[in-house]
């Protein structure tokens, strides 16, 4: 069923909230911005999914959006679009080198990780504890490394990873959820406080909060 908001233009095709990653992300941006769109969701790991996408998304695959005749279907495009269309909303730090260093850290996100996303996928409604392979483990060192480092640089700014709330604090999101869901203690990993302040920082937003309570009623 689409989640239909008063007066929107943008539609958003995600995936069902207790599992997609790439969903969730241009979600809480557009939530971030307080901007109108029409939620579409689709079931994930079922027969009929691919059919159900097809319509949407060019790549089969969510989140997708679509803005009138435009459709951008990769999470991170969707977000530098939306970066582009309303820079007014501030997406990305106004200073050029934080601004930067997001998009790095953002990307490095989107194309890494591997271990971490195939050993502890989202799932918001899971708790237990993880054996971690070494490979995962690895992952897991260098966002905590990649966590403590910017909020070194940027804790005078805000409590997000650049200082103030931007794209790059939407793509770590997912990743904050496993490490909760997998029971994942970051002080095992070189964290002095920092990298686990900011995965509850980003827990605890408004915007994730409502994602994460409807996804507490999915099926």
Known sequence: MVKKCENAQMKLVIGNKNWSTWSLRPWLVLKRMGEAFDEIPVQLRREETAADIAPFSPSGKV??????????????????????????????PADRIARAIARAASAEMHSGFPSLRGECPMDLKLRTKADLTEATMTDVRRLVRLWGDLRGRFEGGGPFLAGQWSIADAYFTPVATRFRSYGIALSDYGDTGAAGRYAETLLQTPEFRAWEKAAMGEP
């Open 63 to 92: 989140p997708s959006l679509i803005d009138g005749e435009l459709t951008v279907w990769d999470s991170l495009a969707i977000c530098e679009y939306l970066a582009d269309k309303f820079p007014k909303a501030g997406l990305w």
